[in-house]
């Protein structure tokens, strides 16, 4: 199960609002994104977290709901700390924080989850992927050279590409108004599965159905 979670992204007041920044985009908007007491640690914001109590925020919030008898559903495998955290290394060096709070906690690879931006998938559409190709991704490049592997997971927000142009120069520019509002639609819908695959300890069904998600008609 996914000990560690990295939203991807760049620092800085000029950087909030570009679509490189999807990952934190995301994690701001989640809806017990206030409840994250965030730390600066293992060049990142991060936050540890007893798994109980996450499970709790996902109650709250109504992404996951108790069994009858009034336990929720948690695995008996669930770890009993998770992890969060936004790299301050800047996108393409990503990989030097998430290695260093892996290597602290002794979390494999196969238990990190890496939430970003993609190019490669249109703005409305959502994947849910393990292990396989970077998409020239940078920050996917940089975790990869840090754990000697690619097999980690990876929540593969779309931003797609531009027609034409310079892809860096588009990454690092900001989403438009009507793209902001698609974005907060696709961060709603996205709750859910969030929330389930943090809980599951098999995620094969689940990749499946998310393997690439169109959420939004753009």
Same mark, same amino acid.
């Given at each position: 199960m996914i000990q560690l979670v990295a939203f991807l992204g760049n620092y800085g007041k000029e950087y909030e609002d570009t679509r490189h920044n999807a990952g934190w985009l995301f994690e701001a908007a989640l809806p017990f994104a206030d409840?994250?007491? =965030?730390?600066?640690? #293992?060049?990142?914001?991060?936050?540890?977290?007893? #798994?109980? !109590?996450?499970?709790? =925020? %996902?109650?709250?919030?109504?992404?996951?709901?108790?069994?009858?008898?009034?336990? /929720?559903?948690? @695995?008996?495998?669930? @770890?009993?700390k998770i992890y969060f955290m936004k790299p301050m290394t800047y996108m393409n060096l990503s990989g030097q924080a998430i290695g260093e709070a892996a290597?602290?906690?002794?979390? @494999?690879?196969?238990d990190v %989850? !890496?939430?970003?931006?993609?190019?490669? /998938? @249109? %703005?409305?559409? !959502?994947?849910?992927? =393990?292990?396989?190709?970077?998409?020239?991704?940078?920050g996917l490049r940089s975790t990869k050279e840090t754990f000697g592997t690619p097999d980690f997971w990876r929540i593969r927000i779309g931003v797609g590409k531009p027609a034409n142009g310079?892809?860096?120069? #588009?990454? %690092?520019g900001s989403f438009t108004s009507d793209e902001k509002i698609t974005l907060s639609q696709i961060f709603t819908m996205m709750n859910p599965m969030f929330a389930k695959f943090l809980t599951i300890k098999d995620a094969t069904n689940l990749q499946k159905e998310w393997n690439k998600k169109k959420l939004v008609e753009v």
């Open positions: 409840k994250i007491s =965030w730390q600066s640690k #293992y060049k990142a914001d991060f936050c540890c977290v007893d #798994y109980d !109590v996450f499970a709790t =925020w %996902l109650k709250d919030a109504g992404l996951i709901k108790e069994r009858d008898n009034g336990t /929720l559903p948690i @695995p008996d495998c669930a @770890p009993k290597r602290f906690f002794k979390i @494999p690879a196969s %989850l !890496v939430v970003h931006d993609e190019i490669e /998938l @249109p %703005l409305g559409t !959502v994947g849910l992927k =393990w292990s396989g190709g970077l998409g020239g991704h940078n310079n892809v860096a120069d #588009y990454v %690092l």
